[in-house]
């Protein structure tokens, strides 16, 4: 059929235009069939490459879908501001590409079914960025007032909502409750060092503990989880164990100012240490070591001499160093011979009665083969209820009292004259309360002289006749008078 003249078949060739071309083999693939602009923009303001599959570019929508999976990655994984800005201009990229792509007569046909499919998968995405970013600050509002609020168990748990999906939509928002949760993370650590040193009274833990927490505080807005940590080891504060609790006291007084909130440690140091003292001095005094008892009385009558207990505390050092006194003294003492640890080394018990009193026994060291013979209530073994203390050597000659002579059958010598001595006792007496030797450097026991029968003893074959010098025969009440006066009776 023929057709009028201003009518030609589209596919027949115009004799008069350009030179037929065929389209090149190689290059992309080019949709014969008409296609919507504004569904293939749509499409591709998916991030998925929606509107390239409407054109046929295969390539470009799975460049566009693997590009879109990196910058979120990216996004999720650096939460910054400049990654959510990169992955923006891809997105307004791709839209506009396709936009200019989907040109040409072809492109201003309109395609219902395309444009409401692009239009349907590309607000699905949109919805679900925008509800999760929404989402997304609203976990991080909660964990900005459980932080405030010093609460880490809830800024932890809100935090823990957080899945990979506020990342890609928001991670620049859910990013800092990251740090909280790190944050968090050593103040729990801290506080299980605080605990520690608060159970076994351990320095170190408590050193552990604070400096963890003055390197959290190094960090902006972790003041209030920090301080609910230190409030929470102040009010453990005094411990069941006195001696702890002074431990722990002493560190934190002591402690080098920071100049910020854990510096409160010290007034509560102060208001707790001072029972502490007393409390571990009592404890140590019943633990027989009387050494640290003695240095905890001292240190609340140091540090803190207007405090109620200074009187008690007075009382303990008094205490314990009479028990200290009287430990040394016990281990000095030697009564196996005048050159024992005491007598050479005397040491003060204050405890010790006055001797001048004259009532109270003292304790004999050394020879004990005269003081023996003392009353019983003269004499003590207990250095705790001495007022002196006797170091008594081996009797010697003494004064001469009267010479006699002595006849015997069996001695061609005789008569034979015997002087007959006073017993000397060469002492070293010290009274116990001061440490300081007092009294006679020796005492002379009178007794009976010139017996009529004199007995003795020969150790040699030839010594047939009695010494030329004899010890006076001596009674108890002679040993008394002499170490009457001694001993003020």
Not at 58 to 74: F, H, K, P, S, W
Not at 181 to 187: F, G, K, S, T
Not at 277 to 304: F, I, K, N, P, S
């Amino acid at each position: 059929m023929n057709r009028p003249p201003h009518e030609r078949d589209p596919h027949e060739r115009d004799p008069y235009g350009p030179p037929f071309e065929p389209p090149d083999p190689h290059g992309p693939p080019v949709s014969t069939s008409p296609h919507d602009r504004a569904a293939v923009a749509l499409g591709n303001a998916s991030l998925l490459g929606i509107g390239y599959l409407l054109l046929g570019h295969r390539r470009l929508a799975a460049i566009a879908a693997l590009g879109t999976c990196v910058l979120l990655n990216l996004t999720a994984s650096a939460a910054t501001t400049w990654s959510e800005i990169l992955l923006l201009l891809w997105w307004a990229a791709g839209t506009v590409h396709g936009w200019f792509l989907a040109g040409g007569p072809a492109g201003r046909v309109l395609r219902r079914g395309q444009r409401a499919g692009a239009l349907a998968v590309t607000g699905t995405v949109l919805l679900a960025a925008v509800l999760l970013r929404v989402d997304a600050y609203a976990i991080e509002d909660r964990v900005n007032k459980a932080r405030e609020g010093g609460d880490c168990a809830r800024a932890v748990a809100a935090q823990d909502e957080v899945w990979f999906g506020h990342r890609m939509a928001g991670a620049p928002v859910v990013g800092p409750g990251d740090a909280v949760v790190a944050a968090c993370d050593r103040l729990d650590e801290a506080a299980f060092a605080l605990a520690d040193a608060e159970r076994d009274g351990d320095v170190e833990d408590l050193e552990r503990g604070f400096g963890t927490l003055a390197r959290v505080l190094e960090e902006p807005g972790n003041d209030n989880t920090a301080e609910a940590v230190l409030d929470a080891f102040l009010d453990g504060l005094p411990t069941e164990d006195s001696c702890d609790t002074a431990g722990i006291t002493d560190w934190l007084r002591d402690r080098e100012p920071t100049r910020d909130l854990l510096d409160r440690s010290a007034a509560t140091a102060s208001r707790a240490e001072p029972a502490a003292l007393v409390g571990c001095g009592d404890d140590l005094m019943d633990e027989d070591d009387w050494q640290q008892a003695r240095t905890h009385y001292q240190r609340l009558l140091d540090q803190y001499p207007d405090d109620d207990r200074t009187d008690k505390a007075r009382g303990g050092v008094k205490k314990a160093t009479r028990a200290i006194e009287l430990a040394k003294v016990r281990r000095l003492v030697n009564t196996a011979g005048a050159e024992s640890g005491y007598c050479d080394n005397p040491a003060a018990y204050s405890g010790a009665p006055s001797y001048r009193k004259g009532d109270d026994p003292a304790l004999f060291l050394g020879d004990t083969e005269y003081t023996g013979k003392l009353p019983g209530d003269w004499r003590t073994g207990d250095p705790a209820e001495a007022a002196l203390v006797v170091c008594a050597d081996e009797a010697e000659n003494g004064t001469a009292v009267e010479t006699c002579s002595y006849e015997n059958d069996r001695s061609e010598y005789l008569p034979h004259q015997v002087t007959f001595r006073k017993v000397k006792i060469p002492l070293k007496v010290y009274e116990l309360r001061t440490g300081k030797r007092v009294g006679p450097d020796d005492v002379q026991i009178s007794g009976g002289s010139c017996p009529r029968v004199l007995h003795y003893k020969s150790y040699l074959p030839t010594d047939l006749g009695p010494p030329g010098d004899q010890f006076v025969s001596t009674a108890k009440s002679d040993v008394r008078d002499a170490f009457r006066p001694v001993l003020k009776r």
